[in-house]
């Protein structure tokens, strides 16, 4: 009854539903507070205060204008704040007319590779990355092309990106804070990547768009400065959210933000304006346009998310497990104490940790753990880790 390529994607995707099943059976049985639940990038606290008072203050302006239709872009006074906003972080000179307001990075993503992709058109993905890439690009005609990354480091490896490349490819996705390593790409890593596909580009005489995932940009730890990608390469579609930024993952809103240094973007912003409306997204929502126009400097305090890497980063690690420490995001992306991640995984739930075999993240042998967690339960879960861990000695 349903189409053939989405009872595969069903298929393919039915390890997360499973999780979720399993996660509900065990908290049926033993009671939420046992059960330690790493499976999911829900951000557990609130947004900032400024955030709900201009929510507030919109509702009670009673503007007869504020839950009209707009321009399938965003309106125009929103897309000029996020444009100064992003000039701001990147040094890339942008106005309001780079800006397409969306319906979170997910709704960005797939609004920019509807407007790139001709059938069979390739599309680089590093592994491990997040799960629905390889969905948005099939969503599009598109075809995924898995890329290893650097072994113990898992930033992108150039010479293995260089031996992808093709006349086909039409765009390379980069997101960094990555989900579900944590790692920050830096600007040497960034610089190589940008010779890369210089050089690929004269080859096979195209342009390879460098579609930058970023909803983790504010949540990072250590100090550590996220380089622009607006500003590494020239060919650079920005695509951004509040989801995590500012905790509002339900409300769905984002930006892309494409940069002026590609040849004849305007052209590519009236696609993607036109894919924003025929995806039928029409316009991002309007009341959290105007609410985020105002909240542009707002994040969520990562000090809490910090305190939960530490703790749970240092007792894996005492633990003998080899792991990155994440310098962004909220996820660990550890190695498994056996080959097999889903066999690993099972073992796990024995003591009640609900945990993500790397597998789904094209990258076996692994598995994440979101710490978006509450402090308590991962305190709680350092014992069951211990048990795990013995089972293994
Ligand atoms: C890497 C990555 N990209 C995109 C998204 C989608 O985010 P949004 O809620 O902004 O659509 C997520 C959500 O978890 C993510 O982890």
């Keep these: 009854m349903i189409s053939k390529k989405i009872a595969e994607d069903l298929r393919n ?6 999780m979720f099943e399993e996660g509900e059976k065990l908290r049926r049985t033993y009671g939420p507070e046992k059960v330690y639940d790493f499976s999911l990038g829900n951000p557990d606290n609130k947004p900032p205060e400024k955030v709900k008072k201009t929510l507030k203050n919109l509702i009670l302006e009673d503007n007869p204008n504020l839950h009209a239709y707009m321009s399938n872009a965003g309106y125009p006074d929103v897309k000029a704040k996020v444009a100064a906003h992003v000039q701001n972080e990147s040094g890339i000179s942008l106005t309001g007319e780079n800006i397409i307001m969306t319906c979170g990075a997910a709704g960005g993503l797939n609004v920019a590779l509807k407007a790139l992709l001709d ?7 590093f592994a491990p990355f997040f799960v629905e890439y390889l969905f ?6 598109g075809k995924g092309v898995i890329v290893p990354t650097i072994k113990d480091t898992f930033e ?20 960094s804070p990555n989900n579900p390593t944590g790692v920050v790409y830096n600007e040497k890593i960034l610089g190589e990547i940008a010779k890369v596909l210089e050089a690929a580009e004269k080859k096979f005489n195209t342009t390879i768009y460098v579609i930058s995932d970023e909803p983790y940009t504010k949540i990072v730890y250590d100090g550590v400065k996220v380089p622009s990608l607006l500003k590494a390469f020239k060919n650079a579609i920005s695509i951004n959210s509040f989801s995590k930024s500012l905790a509002l993952p339900g409300e769905r809103i984002g930006y892309i933000a494409v940069s002026s240094a590609i040849d004849n973007w305007k052209l590519l912003i009236d696609a993607m304006t036109f894919t924003n409306r025929t995806l039928g997204f029409v316009n991002a929502p309007a009341l959290f346009q105007k609410v985020i126009a105002e909240a542009l400097d707002e994040e969520v305090d990562t000090s809490a998310y910090l305190k939960r890497r530490d703790m749970l980063y240092n007792h ?12 962004g995001a909220f996820y660990l992306f550890p190695k498994a104490l056996i080959p097999d991640d889903v066999e690993f995984k099972n073992r796990a739930l024995k003591y009640n940790l609900i945990i993500v075999p790397g597998k ?34």
């Excluded at 992108?156 to 980069?174: F, G, V």
């Excluded at 692994?366 to 089972?391: D, G, H, V, W």
Aim: aromatic residues 10%; contains cysteine; proline residues 6%.
């Design 316 to 327: 894996l690690i005492s633990l003998g497990f080899e792991c990155v420490k994440p310098q």
């Design 156 to 175: 992108p490896d150039p010479a293995e990106l260089e031996k992808h490349l093709s006349s086909k490819t039409k765009a390379i996705i980069l997101n």
């Design 360 to 393: 789904g993240f094209g990258c076996p042998g692994y598995f994440r753990l979101a710490y978006c967690i509450s402090q308590k339960t991962i305190e709680n879960s350092l014992e069951a880790f211990t048990k795990l861990a013995a089972e293994f000695r």
């Design 136 to 141: 948005y690009v099939g969503n599009h005609g």
């Design 13 to 18: 995707a039915s390890f997360i539903r499973a």
């Design 119 to 125: 059938p069979e058109d390739e599309v680089i993905i």
